[in-house]
């Protein structure tokens, strides 16, 4: 999934950060998924378009917690949310 940004850098030790992805996302469908046309013969796979709105904290410049919840455009009625750390390589404050 294609991924965008916007940071605000305003504090030392965090900055908040707001964006979205926009993609596709594979569900399959099981107890937790229902996928449309799935009872009549297709596929119980589906590629999927979605869109992810995110946000979070990056702290010291080196950690970053993400919050996202991914929702597909269509054919999913059901929608899934993530918290996810990661480490941050360059990006420094000049």
């Known amino acids: 999934m294609a991924c965008a940004d916007y940071n605000w850098r305003n504090k030392k030790e965090y ?3 707001a ?3 926009i993609g596709f996302t594979q569900y399959m469908n099981g107890a937790n998924y229902y996928v449309e046309g799935a009872e009549n013969g ?3 796979n589906s ?3 979605c869109i992810a709105p995110r946000f979070g904290v990056e702290l010291f410049d080196k ?3 993400t919050f996202k919840t991914e ?3 269509f054919k999913v ?3 899934y ?3 996810t750390f990661g480490l941050v390589f360059g990006g420094k404050k000049k």
């Open 15 to 17: 900055n908040v950060f």
């Open 63 to 65: 950690l970053r917690v």
């Open 19 to 21: 964006g979205t992805e």
């Open 47 to 49: 590629l999927v378009p």
């Open 42 to 44: 297709a596929s119980t």
């Open 77 to 79: 009625k059901y929608f």
């Open 81 to 83: 949310s993530t918290i």
């Open 71 to 73: 929702m597909p455009i």
